[in-house]
């Protein structure tokens, strides 16, 4: 399955490739100092800090993954949008005023002032770790989404891509990766429209065969309702959404340092609404467009030659093969748009903690301007180098979206319950929390290991008998039950009292 995009098509691809590098690249007026770079001066609406949380939200990995999860099987995966309302009702009731009342544009600098140095380098590694499974992820997708309409190879499109997303988060900072990230959610939006419209239409016998197919096969299932906490039911799918939306809301630096870049705290709570709200319905669309798609080549099985053999495969071929000319190179725009608006957003925000949370913390707390937008410099183009090496080490996974989960489990290693422990209870001190993180560091290795092929046999009846998707379940509430415990019976020496953080 490789072909090569028509003259319209690569016009279309071309003039979006233009637009968002060249957009970019006009916001390095106003990107000049560290302020600017990180914060975009704290002058942006709440819709456009929303919209480009939506961005962030909606990643190649939704884009292709989510259409591949419910071709392949059903809408359990869809259990996990159902969480961002709740996760965003916290974070507005409580999550946007904590991070407002500071100045501090890094979502961990708090936890140095709760438990120590440690705490805050334990968060930033795992974020920086979390970012560079994400970002290649995403390169990885998107390549997998060109390579048969431009009859190019992976490798070759992850590093085309992934040093264009670098130039302009490099040349607009924090600014550049909002307003592009506008642009870009309008594009992904327009192009899933356009593929749902097509796949509606598209069928033999009208759309309603869609529908009669799809439940024939069961395919709008949410899951199973038992209480096997073995399998991907919909109560454990929904435990993991929402640790995992907590966690974006609450500690995740892509989200919290838009909260900062909000000219009010009013437009830093609509921000969350906007993003949280619109993603609901454009995942069930994404989810719907795989159950399309299954329903389209089971009626035509002949149009799915057999060389495709992954499901995040399907919906790029049938953008390859389906679609009629311009719609091809607008569907290839919207895949673009899903993953340039999520790289870029990891490669500011790790740099941002690198400077403010590494450089400027342990090695050069006096740095001026001109040293931090250096550093701000060099950290991004180091960062946006090793996120193509992880896309390129991305090509022999079976399911990109199983992996980010998986990886996104291991390497949160119970951050939400860190958090969660410094700002809920008073008695918590850093004897406690040392040890709450032992035990969900052990916890989190035990189950993620015990699963692989590594694990040996001898001890096959201590493999971990849950779900995969409960790793960050049960890193968190480990970390946050002993962390609580051991602070009662280890209370902190002197009867310091900690000011209760909400």
Known sequence: MTGKLSAIDLAVLVVYLGGVVGMGCWFVRKSRNTDEFMAA???????????????????????????????????????????????????????????????????????????????????????????????????YLVALALAPLTGWDLKTIIIVTGVLVTLYTLMGGIEAVIWTDVAQSIVLSVGMLVCVALLLFGMPDGPGQIFQLASEGNKFSLGDFGPSLTKPTFWVVLAYGLFINLQNFGIDQSIVQRYMTARSDADARRSVWWGALLYVPISALLFFIGTALFAFYSSQPDLLPTSVVKDDAVFPHFIATQLPVGMTGLLIAAVLAAGMSSVDSSLNCSATLILCDIYKRFLRPKAGERESMRVLYITTLIWGGLGTAAALAMIRVKSALDAWWQMSGIFSGGMLGLFLLGIISRKANNAGAVCGLIVAVLSIAWMTLSQTEFWPDKLSDFRNPLDGFLITVVGTLSLFLVGLLLSWLLPQRGGAEVQDSL
């Open 41 to 139: 001066g704290r002058s942006l609406p709440g819709w456009v800090v929303g919209l480009s949380i939506l961005g962030t939200f909606v990643s190649t990995m939704s884009f292709l993954g989510n259409p591949g999860k419910s071709f392949g099987g059903n809408w359990n995966p869809f259990v996990f949008s159902l969480t961002l309302p709740v996760a965003a009702w916290i974070a507005v009731r409580y999550f946007v005023p904590f991070y407002r009342q500071g100045d501090s544009i890094s979502a961990y600098s708090h936890l140095e002032q709760r438990f120590g140095p440690w705490a805050r380098v334990y968060a930033v590694i795992c974020y920086l770790l979390t970012q560079l499974g994400r970002m290649g992820s995403i390169l």
